[in-house]
């Protein structure tokens, strides 16, 4: 998938001056993040079941959406600017329907936006000011396992790697102190995400 798009934005750090920018409002949302095959669906079901507020996944959600219209995935695919506002609108549109009073687990949240829009030739920094509209209480990023693919997906082992790398270096660079969740057993991670806000007294 890397090399399908043009790649002038791939290397695109974020705007020091932009990241200067203050957030508007502090949430009690928590991130659960990462590249693709890392166990976020599992880990947010897992959340949920538990009796937490969870959102799912927005670019999935784009893409379901947009099937139930009778479009195919390739042809969502066609216009990747396109498919991206698509997506960005999206994920505004939702979290500006949360209370951010709440506690809530969101399946990526909009700075995860920024590494795809690399992968798509965007300049990450076109959107950046939106990452501070809502401050998010932790993010965590999930180790990945091996990619897999389904009938959603588009990516590959160099495009999760990607990803996984980007992630990772934008939500560090917005401020946030990233907590890196291993390859573990699903009960296992839920345990471990929970443990650490309960220790911080975020839950």
Not at 1 to 7: P, Q
Not at 41 to 67: C, H, N, W
Not at 99 to 114: E, G, K, M
Request: net charge negative.
């Amino acid at each position: 998938m890397l090399d399908r798009y043009a790649d002038d934005f791939r290397a695109t750090g974020l705007d020091p001056d932009l990241l200067s920018t203050p957030f508007r409002v502090q949430t009690n949302w928590h991130v659960i993040t990462g590249a693709s095959c890392s166990g976020k669906t599992t880990l947010i079901d897992q959340l949920a079941d538990k009796g937490f507020q969870t959102v799912p996944e927005v670019g999935r959600q784009y893409f379901e959406s947009e099937m139930a219209k009778g479009r195919t995935n390739d042809e969502i695919r066609e216009d990747p600017v396109a498919l991206q506002h698509g997506i960005i609108d999206m994920q505004l549109r939702i979290e500006g329907g949360l209370q951010s009073s709440d506690v809530i687990f969101l399946d990526r949240a909009f700075p995860d936006v920024l590494a795809f829009c690399r992968i798509l030739g965007l300049n990450p920094n076109e959107v950046l000011l939106q990452c501070f509209r809502r401050r998010y209480a932790s993010v965590f990023i999930l180790d990945r396992f091996p990619y897999r693919q389904d009938g959603v997906r588009a990516a590959d082992d160099p495009t999760a790697d990607f990803l996984d790398e980007w992630i990772a270096r934008d939500y560090r660079a917005l401020g946030y102190g990233v907590v890196r969740v291993p390859l573990m057993s699903p009960e296992e991670r839920l345990a471990f995400v929970l443990e650490r806000l309960s220790e911080q007294g975020l839950i």
